[in-house]
């Protein structure tokens, strides 16, 4: 005899979309990281103009930061191309909370994360932007897809996984923030174990980051009959 959830418990799911959490969560943690990065670069004014890269947080950090517009403008405009990096974070903000499921939403947050790319920001946060990018242009639709893929028994299991998939990506993810920006936990400036946590949380992510979207597409179909129609609805 199958197990019904409790009443409480199946509100609660409900109230959650896994996908679209997922894809809002990452995003605003790509983004914090890319802001302090902004930020402190703005402040140090540590690049050469035409540099590639240059170190700007600090003895303590690890990762330097980028600079990809042209010498020409870095020289007209000094720190306008920083600025402008600050400024394209609350954009991607407002993206996520208001434009992420939307039918043209996936292509606005491409061209946002372009220019965070050109305005000088680490591979690392860009690549995954991008993926969230593509990732919300099927967003509402996984069900034509994973309806056929997932068992029921399967899609239960991947429903509860999803948690704690989601869970330890996000705690990899703060990690390497913390880590490559403001330096190792204790404060000492030991680069080895720096790089030794860094690659650590890269490969927990890189690890988990298929699974977190793939169970998440299993706990919107288990907790969410409707979800097909739903997004057919919205999408159109």
Not at 35 to 51: I, N
Request: proline share 5%; aromatic share 14%.
């Amino acid at each position: 005899m199958e197990k019904k959830e409790h009443p409480v418990t199946q509100r609660f799911f409900a109230k959650i979309r896994a996908v679209h959490l997922t894809a809002s969560i990452l995003g605003i943690l790509s983004v914090i990281s890319c802001l302090e990065g902004g930020y402190f670069d703005t402040l140090q004014k540590s690049l050469p103009p035409g540099g590639i890269s240059g170190k700007v947080f600090g003895v303590f950090s690890y990762v330097p930061a980028g600079d990809k517009m042209p010498e020409f403008i870095s020289r007209l405009f000094g720190s306008f191309d920083r600025i402008l990096n600050v400024i394209t974070f609350p954009l991607i903000l407002l993206w996520i909370v208001f434009l992420s499921d939307k039918k043209y939403g996936w292509s606005l947050f491409i061209v946002l994360t372009l220019i965070q790319l050109l305005t000088g920001k680490g591979i690392v946060p860009i690549s995954i932007t991008i993926i969230l990018g593509i990732a919300a242009f099927f967003m509402n639709k996984p069900a034509a897809i994973w309806v056929q893929v997932f068992l029921p028994g399967m899609r239960k299991i991947l429903s509860v996984l999803w948690v704690v998939f989601f869970i330890l990506f996000c705690a990899g993810y703060i990690t390497a923030i913390a880590v490559s920006e403001f330096g190792y936990f204790s404060g000492a400036a030991d680069m080895g174990i720096e790089q030794e946590i860094l690659w650590a949380a890269a490969y927990l992510m890189l690890g988990l980051f298929l699974p977190v979207v793939i169970s998440g597409f299993a706990f919107d179909l288990e907790h969410h009959p409707d979800h097909e129609t739903a997004a057919e609805t919205i999408m159109k």
